[in-house]
């Protein structure tokens, strides 16, 4: 993921033309068994695939092909940087543009079962890889992306290589600042 998507100011007032039948995206993530690296600028995440591709966009089937939770967000929202944002990867099963899923994480004392597992997760690696190029399992019963990623209306732009799903600030993963902290450190 490269910075060139820092300057996509993901807003109401820049969107362009309607996303009538070709942003169709759906979804059902299985649980996964992952293990988080740390990656010094962002935590890695892998994710297992099965054989049935849990992701269906613009009538094409999808694998996650990997998972980063970076600090500060890679998209400006409203004008401005968030915290972090989650993107998650996906690569074509016949070929064609990659998929990034990115959803945007607030500083925020409200909680979402998103919440409960993005923390989970920079804790377990921020005690068990605490240095950069350190992995460890997450060892999380029931882990799946489909308890993260929100069934929302979204933000979809592309480029020659990417697509992209952005969900705007209102559907922002809420963690805590202590968290947040714990990311950037």
Do not use: W
Request: glycine residues 4%; hydrophobic residues 35%; aromatic residues 8%.
């Amino acid at each position: 993921m490269s910075n060139q998507n820092q300057n996509i100011n993901i807003s109401l007032q820049n969107v362009v033309g309607k996303c009538d039948l070709k942003c169709s995206y759906a979804f059902k993530y299985p649980e996964s068994n992952s293990t988080a690296k740390n990656d010094g600028v962002a935590i890695g995440l892998t994710y297992d695939n099965r054989s049935i591709p849990p992701v269906f966009y613009n009538n094409e089937k999808y694998q996650v092909s990997k998972i980063m939770i970076t600090s500060p967000s890679i998209h400006i929202f409203n004008g401005a940087s968030l915290p972090g944002e989650i993107i998650i990867e996906h690569i074509p099963v016949k070929g064609g543009n990659n998929l990034h899923v990115c959803i945007p994480f607030s500083s925020s004392s409200e909680t979402s079962s998103a919440t409960t597992i993005l923390t989970d997760i920079i804790n377990t690696v921020a005690t068990n890889a605490p240095s950069q190029g350190n992995s460890t399992n997450l060892n999380m019963s029931n882990f799946t992306l489909q308890n993260i990623v929100p069934r929302k209306p979204f933000f979809a732009y592309s480029n020659r290589t990417n697509d992209y799903i952005v969900f705007g600030q209102i559907e922002a993963i809420p963690l805590s600042s202590t968290t947040i902290q714990t990311l950037q450190q």
